[in-house]
T-cell receptor, first 111, second 114 residues
Framework: QQPVQSPQAVILREGEDAVINCSSSKALYSVHWYRQKHGEAPVFLMILLKGGEQKGHEKISASFNEKKQQSSLYLTASQLSYSGTYFCGTGPWGSNYKLTFGKGTLLTVNP | DTEVTQTPKHLVMGMTNKKSLKCEQHMGHRAMYWYKQKAKKPPELMFVYSYEKLSINESVPSRFSPECPNSSLLNLHLHALQPEDSALYLC?????????????FGEGSWLTVV
């Protein structure tokens, strides 16, 4: 089942913060976050796992609330390079095979 | 090196043509995926290969035919496509299918069916 992302779009000025949420009606095992710039492939940002383990490659933080079945991505002191569409992907317990992506959040950072 | 390489980057084909998209990874990953992405939409899973065997087919029309010649290569054979099949086709790979493994995407192949 497709996770629900909010907001659908957000516009920031450079240096401002943003939070993107990803909610599921099913229990979450892992949440995968990606950023996709126009005309490019999705780039991996972070994985959050049930139990609190967190893996990422960039200076972006995220949280995983098992009770609320929700994950939030925190973008602080935004840079122009943060612009793009952010997708969260969720999958069934213990498996990446059927990862389902939310509809995406379009983030625009202006000077 | 976390790289998935796709060729060609752009492909224009007629509805009667036969063409193939190719994908390669050298990360030793044993799960490989094909996703389809339309404009302003999220990627949608088409096929999954696990240890070189087709594991998942998301009810994809038979005009799309996947092939995994070895653990590093993944092909998508295209035949008699429709204009609505025009999209970005993304190949991806992960260490295996266990939850928590990062899925790495290639840069995609832009397909236009005329």
């Amino acid at each position: 089942q497709q996770p629900v992302q909010s907001p659908q779009a957000v516009i920031l000025r450079e240096g401002e913060d943003a939070v993107i949420n990803c909610s599921s009606s099913k229990a979450l095992y892992s949440v995968h976050w990606y950023r996709q710039k126009h005309g490019e492939a999705p780039v991996f940002l972070m994985i959050l796992l049930k139990g609190g383990e967190q893996k990422g490659h960039e200076k972006i933080s995220a949280s995983f609330n098992e009770k609320k079945q929700q994950s939030s991505l925190y973008l602080t002191a935004s840079q122009l390079s943060y612009s793009g569409t952010y997708f969260c992907g969720t999958g069934p317990w213990g498996s990446n095979y059927k990862l389902t992506f939310g509809k995406g959040t379009l983030l625009t950072v202006n000077p | 090196d976390t790289e998935v390489t796709q060729t060609p980057k752009h492909l224009v084909m007629g509805m009667t043509n036969k063409k193939s998209l190719k994908c390669e990874q050298h990360m030793g990953h044993r799960a490989m995926y094909w996703y389809k992405q339309k404009a302003k939409k999220p990627p949608e899973l088409m096929f999954v290969y696990s240890y070189e065997k087709l594991s998942i087919n998301e009810s994809v029309p038979s005009r799309f035919s996947p092939e995994c010649p070895n653990s590093s290569l993944l092909n998508l054979h295209l035949h008699a496509l429709q204009p609505e099949d025009s999209a970005l086709y993304l190949c991806a790979s992960s260490q295996d299918g266990k939850g928590g493994n990062t899925i790495y995407f290639g840069e995609g192949s832009w397909l236009t069916v005329v």
